[in-house]
């Protein structure tokens, strides 16, 4: 995505005529004549040609210098509790097969725990570190960390993951041994240009989990309702509308603008549960209006990530599929949904139907143009093998190992999701095109 300088060809239009200049050189060399023949006419157009090719000829080589595509394939989260090479390998070739292109971008729901290592806290939400090398199978290279499961296992937990992602050359972001690492980007190199991800969550972080200056834990963006912190843990009822906390806010952005200054393209996640002044418990038990799509201050806050230099933002947390937009020639996924979800049969508030079908995003940027955004729907099995436990809330057995793993949608149901999809997609002015089980952007001219 890097352009190289080229002298160029250009057909310069002036006041006195048209001439053609085949390259700089030439250009200096007819300069030179003119200037000796001393005529005020073809001196004036010496002084013209010299502008004009100056200018035309950058122009022409910024033009002519061809950016490779690079194509983006952006899942829902990953809430992954084993090692599907060993726990269900008939689903790894069907998984791969969903996932394409030069960058692979997931978010790990779960913090990784060695052998022996457990939590009596939370709702669990462990994962082995063969889990990491289930998603590099899968081709995974971008990920993030940030997440409200992320600090189940306290400080531990944090490291274990960093550590057991960088060992298999995993990029991440979004935790750190300090808030400086936890919103740092992670810079992904690829043959076609680097990428960069910066990683956040907000909502339901457990306490003592967010990152700060000699504390490990998340890169959380706290979120404000009026005097009161909005963590989406309990209702808050009549309380002012959310904001970003300013501290936060300014410490994210910041990191935007320094990622965008080093890489080619700028990711940008969120990990969010604030829809509403509701806690996230009742949003979901109540089956409310406001998990179906992202909150009036999640939107103003998105578009000023955008502004601040992301090319893409994507979330994830609700966890079904929310609306697409494109913000100045850039897209936002309010919501991905799930794409792994090894949830515990006991969390039945996010058990619906809309919770097991997602859709995965596959993005395709020309330097640092747009060029396309589609999608494939998928969904999830919520019967994994084996029984249940209906009554340990830790437990990792075979039914959620095995239980909302991915697949193509069939039939009529792909055309329900992307429908759905293209619905919520349309107050933000987005429109869409479904062919099959496939479904497109319609990209306006010129974004």
């Known amino acids: 995505m890097q352009s190289k300088t080229t002298e160029t060809c250009v057909q310069v239009e002036t006041h006195g005529g048209s001439v053609r200049i085949e390259h700089l050189e030439n250009y200096k060399r007819e300069l030179k004549m003119e200037s000796k023949r001393k005529v005020g006419r073809f001196s004036a157009r010496a002084a013209r040609l010299a502008v004009a090719c100056v200018i035309l000829s950058a122009m022409g080589a910024a033009a ?30 069907v998984i791969q097969g969903l996932l394409k292109g030069d960058v692979r971008f997931t978010n790990l729901e779960a913090a990784v725990a060695e052998m022996g290592e457990s939590t009596h806290e939370g709702r669990g939400f462990l994962t082995p570190p063969g889990a990491l090398d289930t998603l590099a199978t899968f081709g995974f290279n971008l990920v993030s960390l940030s997440g409200n499961h992320a600090y189940y296992l306290q400080v531990k937990g944090i490291q274990n993951t960093i550590r057991d ?17 936890a919103v740092a980007p992670g810079y992904l190199k690829t043959p076609k240009g680097t990428i960069a991800l910066i990683a956040s969550a907000s909502g339901l972080i457990v306490p003592g989990g967010r990152a700060t200056a000699d504390h490990p834990g998340v890169n959380e963006l706290r979120v404000e309702a009026g005097d009161k912190e909005n963590e989406a843990s309990q209702d808050l009822p009549g309380a002012p509308s959310n904001t970003p906390n300013p501290e936060d806010a300014q410490r994210i952005l910041d990191s935007i603008r320094d990622a965008s200054k080093h890489a080619d393209l700028v990711i940008v996640y969120q990990h969010n549960h604030v829809f509403s002044n509701h806690s996230f418990t009742s949003v979901f038990t109540e089956g ?37 937009e494109i913000y100045h020639g850039r897209p936002i996924f309010y919501d991905l949904g799930n794409f792994i979800y090894n949830l515990t049969p006991i969390l039945t508030y996010i058990d619906e139907p809309i919770n097991w079908e997602s859709a995965v995003a596959y993005v ?28 340990d809330i830790y437990a990792n057995n075979q039914f959620m190992q095995t239980r909302g793993l991915p697949s193509p949608a069939p039939g009529a149901r792909a055309h329900y999701i ?17 062919k099959g089980d496939t479904a497109e952007v319609k990209l306006k001219a010129g974004k």
């Open 64 to 93: 002519q210098a061809q950016s490779p595509e690079i194509t983006i394939t952006l899942a829902g989260q990953s809430m992954l509790r084993s090692d599907l090479r060993e726990t269900a390998p008939a689903a790894v070739p």
């Open 165 to 181: 992602a960088d060992s298999r050359k995993i990029v991440h972001a979004g935790t750190g041994n300090n808030a400086a690492e």
């Open 288 to 324: 409310l209006p406001e998990r179906l799509a992202p909150n009036e201050w999640l939107i103003k806050w998105v578009h000023a990530e955008v502004d601040a230099g992301a090319d893409i933002v994507v979330m994830h947390g609700a966890p079904l599929l929310h609306g697409v």
């Open 364 to 391: 395709q940027f020309a330097g640092k143009k747009l060029q396309s955004v589609s999608f494939r729907p998928v969904v999830m099995n919520n019967i994994g093998e084996g029984q249940p436990d209906m009554h």
């Open 418 to 434: 992307l429908e759905r999809l293209a619905d919520a997609s349309k107050p933000f002015g987005t429109a869409m095109e479904i």
